[in-house]
């Protein structure tokens, strides 16, 4: 495969990660109830993936533009 086509596969991963990151803490989020008093250990790993997801897509997808050259 040339490096196009595996920087385009790259990038697709980037927004699917993106993607499951962020609908996981919103998922999580909503289960609490988006109340912090009422668990705050659930309420911290549903922000804790929102950040996640904030951080490992664009940083996939810079790399996979990076690979490109």
């Known amino acids: 495969m040339n490096k196009k086509t595996i920087s385009l596969i790259f ?3 980037a927004l699917i990660s993106f ?3 962020f609908m996981a803490g919103i998922w999580i989020l909503s289960k609490v109830g988006f109340d912090r008093a009422n668990d705050l250990l ?3 790993i549903g922000l ?3 950040g996640k997801a904030f951080f490992v ?3 996939l997808y810079i790399s996979s ?3 490109e050259k």
Request: hydrophobic fraction near 50%; include cysteine.
């Open 11 to 13: 990038s697709i991963a």
């Open 19 to 21: 993607f499951f990151c």
């Open 42 to 44: 659930s309420t911290a």
């Open 48 to 50: 804790y993936f929102i």
């Open 57 to 59: 897509g664009p940083t």
């Open 65 to 67: 533009k990076l690979f």
